[in-house]
């Protein structure tokens, strides 16, 4: 039996000998099984791909892809996915927020034969600004209320699964691409396994408030036609709305004659109007805009350099 691990690298130089350190470790336990290390390094700015390097020449096992540039945590994780061999899968961050010693316990379930797939959640957010946690809170909430894909509140990047489930991920192969929809969309039986949050050992995290929106934007639209059919909806219930004060307006000056008056709350309406009608050509711009971006087909990742001999590109 054979694990792959794919570790997406981004400016990671000093959390990844911590973390190779442990991989190690948790590996050697593991001796009954055969482990493959696909580390990505996703266009890093610092000395990254030489700690990789490095690694690669101490243990075989250690093989690594090299972005041309920073293509994004998908994007990597994509590239792992094309390129694992192992008959298990996981996909485990470089910092140590995703715990290789639950390693041996996520093959064991898989081992069991009931489940496809062991992934993990964090029971808390303790660390984490609580503003950012809010926010968290009310995306989920969202998304599960919204798409087809249900996500669980918490849910890691971090699982384990069976080549089967790997191949149905490596077929869906969208450019806008949010994971955590697309392990819930491809279903299988995964086991969700929760942890306390651990944070990470070195380093900075890369998300931005702003990219963090921008991602949960992305987590909608791309499972979900639901806010498309908010902008119809609101249509027809102002439609209706319109119509229904058309009558009143008509009957009123027929009984009571119109002096004109009411000029600024006409002015709010044609604001108020406006506003939700540049709104609804947003929510179709947002989807017309990946609509153009998948059109065009571009790689998913373009490889600089590897170890490998045998690379898929997608
Ligand atoms: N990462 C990546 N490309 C990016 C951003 C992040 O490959 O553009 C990697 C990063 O090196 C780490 C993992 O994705 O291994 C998770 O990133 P991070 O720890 O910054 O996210 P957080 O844990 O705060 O959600
Ligand atoms: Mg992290």
Known sequence: MKISLIVPCYNEEKALP???EEIK???????????EMLFIDDGSKDNTLAVIQ????????????????????????????????????????????????????????LEEGEYDSVATRRKTRK?????????????????????????VDGARDFRLMKREMVEAI???CETNRFSKGIFAWVGFKTYWLSYDNVERVAGKT??????????????????????????????????FLALIMLVFVFVRALLFQDP???????????????????????????YLSKMYIET?????????????DDIVKK
Not at 296 to 308: D, E, F, G, Q, S
């Open 127 to 151: 660390g984490e600004p609580k503003i950012r946690s809010l926010f968290a809170k009310m995306f989920y909430k969202l998304m599960n209320k919204f798409s087809d894909a249900n996500i």
């Open 296 to 308: 065009k087909k571009r790689p998913h990742y373009i490889v600089a350099k590897t170890n490998k």
């Open 170 to 172: 490596v077929n869906m």
């Open 18 to 20: 911590l973390f190779f």
């Open 54 to 109: 490095g690694f690669a020449k101490e243990d075989e096992r250690v093989k690594y892809i090299a972005f041309s540039r920073n293509f994004g945590k998908e994007a990597a994780m994509y590239a792992g996915f094309c390129n694992s061999t192992g008959d298990y899968t996981a996909v485990i961050d470089a910092d140590m927020q995703d715990p290789p010693s639950l390693l041996p316990e996520m093959v064991k379930i």
């Open 260 to 286: 004109v008056q009411g000029w600024p709350s006409l002015v709010c309406i044609i604001l108020f109007i406006g506003g939700i009608q540049l709104f609804c050509i947003g929510i179709i711009g947002q």
């Open 206 to 239: 890369k998300w931005s408030f702003w990219k963090l929106f921008k991602y949960s934007i992305d987590g909608i639209t791309n499972f979900s036609s639901t806010p498309l059919k908010i902008a119809s909806v609101t249509g027809i219930f102002f439609t």
């Open 25 to 35: 470790r948790v590996s050697s336990e593991m001796s009954e099984y055969e482990f």
